[in-house]
């Protein structure tokens, strides 16, 4: 997310704060309440997660057996064989992986989602530290404001003494 993009829905933030100050509901306003609100609603979060999700759901189909195989076959007119007559054919197979694949393609998934996950934390990351470094950028400025607002109190204050 672009950093002036941040930087006005969190200045926009402020002040709904600063003008509703009559509001029967406050919301709470400290960092962890708005790093909650973006992890919640970041779309490149949510994507990630849902691909993490995705490449859970992975890891047990992965350690089944492939679907058996059922063949028919109808003759229309009888197949003569020395053993009888054939009508129909009637064939069920089973593939069996070789030793040990089943396991390691079960790791090989699990690894993968671990890779997911860890993509989803560095997303998630970076819009924490995307936020961070927007909300001390304001609390610097919040600071200035206010320490020109007191400079300018004692400077109207110096202005009455007498000489």
Not at 22 to 48: C, F, R, T
Not at 98 to 122: I, Q
């Amino acid at each position: 997310m672009n950093s002036k993009v941040l930087l006005g829905l969190i200045s926009c933030i402020f002040a709904f704060l600063f003008f509703t100050t009559g509001s029967s509901q406050q919301v709470p306003d400290s960092l962890m309440h708005y790093l909650e609100i973006a992890a919640k609603n970041n779309p490149v979060v949510l994507q990630k997660l849902n691909e993490y999700h995705a490449a859970l759901q992975k890891v047990p189909q992965v350690n089944g057996l492939p679907d058996p195989e059922l063949n028919t076959g109808v003759f229309l007119s009888p197949m003569e064989l020395v053993s009888g007559n054939q009508v129909a054919d009637l064939r069920l197979m089973q593939m069996f992986p070789w030793f040990g694949t089943r396991g390691a393609a079960k790791d090989e998934m699990s690894l993968m989602a671990n890779g997911r996950y860890e993509t989803f934390r560095e997303a998630k990351l970076q819009v924490f530290y995307d936020l961070q470094q927007t909300w001390y950028e304001l609390y610097k400025v919040r600071q200035a404001f206010i320490f020109r607002k007191r400079t300018l109190i004692f400077y109207e204050s110096l202005k009455d003494l007498p000489l």
